[in-house]
């Protein structure tokens, strides 16, 4: 099966976006802080092979989108995934719309999620940011606290950054996967100074590290909206804190929450088929 990568223009700008397989079940996938679509390509491989369409895209500023400044807010990159999603799935016509982020990308489904409401079949969220939380790194403790202050963020930690994800990414069961995901970190532009300030600037915006910027609200919209949601969190995430998921089960009350002993931040590339499998049956239950 061949994912054919494309471009529309949006509102802001250029957006590659890849949609996959032919069914009127489509499941929606929103990438996390530092990557691209591309982190997909496996699971979007199973999820069409079980029957479902698969639409997956990169974030104004990440992989091969269009850099926008300034970013004041996530809705953006809210409105940016509906904006792409009303070109497949318009208002008024009955499909199902499954909605899938991961890290930074659980906080956009989740509003997206929110705005779209009866559309929304069901709602995936794993290693979701969206509540205030330290993460248990360091080195990302120190590259947060230079962000907020609005401070150079110099090579030195960079490479710091890069040395954790590499770290991390070893762990990666499927090669290809580990491969094309080293290659993107050792490409000279992987946070380049126009990344870095888009990322700057979505941190900012989306929070999920200090507390004015959490989404509770979103959260208790989906609760009140009754939207099926899933939430996995890995024990071993070094980026975004296991309670983060437990607190957002409290406020999406029928929420399920699954966590993985052992489990790092890049979760479902890490534990793919265990993670695959705990997310089609929950998809199956919202059949």
């Keep these: ?57 990169d974030f104004y500023g990440r992989g091969e989108s269009d850099h926008i400044q300034p970013v004041e807010s996530e809705l953006i990159y809210a409105e940016q995934a509906v904006e792409l999603i009303e070109n497949f799935i318009p208002y008024g016509k009955k499909r199902k ?24 079949s069901s709602l995936t969220l794993i290693a979701s940011s969206g509540i205030p939380s330290v993460p ?18 110099n ?8 040395k954790l994800m590499f770290e991390e990414i070893e762990l990666i069961d499927n090669k290809n996967m580990r491969s094309k995901l080293q290659n993107v970190m050792n490409d000279d ?11 700057r600037a979505h941190i900012n915006a989306t929070g999920g590290y200090v507390g004015e910027h959490s989404i509770n609200e979103v959260f208790q919209e989906i609760n009140e909206q009754k939207i099926p ?3 996995m969190t890995g ?27 052992g489990v ?3 979760a479902f590339l890490e534990k793919p088929d265990m993670y695959f499998k705990d997310i089609k049956k929950f998809l199956d239950t919202t059949e």
């Excluded at 090579?155 to 890069?162: A, L, N, P, S």
């Excluded at 024990?235 to 966590?259: F, H, M, T, V």
Aim: with cysteine; net charge negative.
């Design 229 to 231: 949601t899933l939430i």
């Design 97 to 120: 719309m499954h909605i899938l982020g991961y890290s930074a990308g659980g906080a956009i489904a989740s509003r997206v999620a929110a705005i779209m409401g009866q559309y929304a």
């Design 189 to 199: 532009n992987f946070l380049n100074h126009d990344t870095i300030q888009t990322i």
């Design 1 to 57: 099966m061949e994912i054919v990568d494309r471009s529309i223009h949006l509102d802001l700008g250029n957006v590659r976006y890849s949609i996959t397989g032919e069914s009127s079940n489509l499941i929606v996938l929103m990438h996390g802080l530092t990557t691209s679509k591309d982190i997909f390509d496996e699971l979007t491989e199973k999820l069409v092979n079980e029957g479902f369409q698969v639409l997956a895209f």
């Design 136 to 153: 248990k790194s360091e080195i990302l403790i120190k590259t947060l606290e230079n962000i907020y202050r609005n401070d150079e963020i």
């Design 264 to 266: 790092s931040h890049w």
């Design 235 to 261: 024990l071993n995430d070094n980026w975004i804190n296991p309670e983060c998921g437990r607190e957002i089960k409290k406020i999406i009350e029928s929420a399920q929450l699954l966590e993985y002993e």
């Design 155 to 162: 090579e030195k930690m960079i490479d710091e950054v890069k």
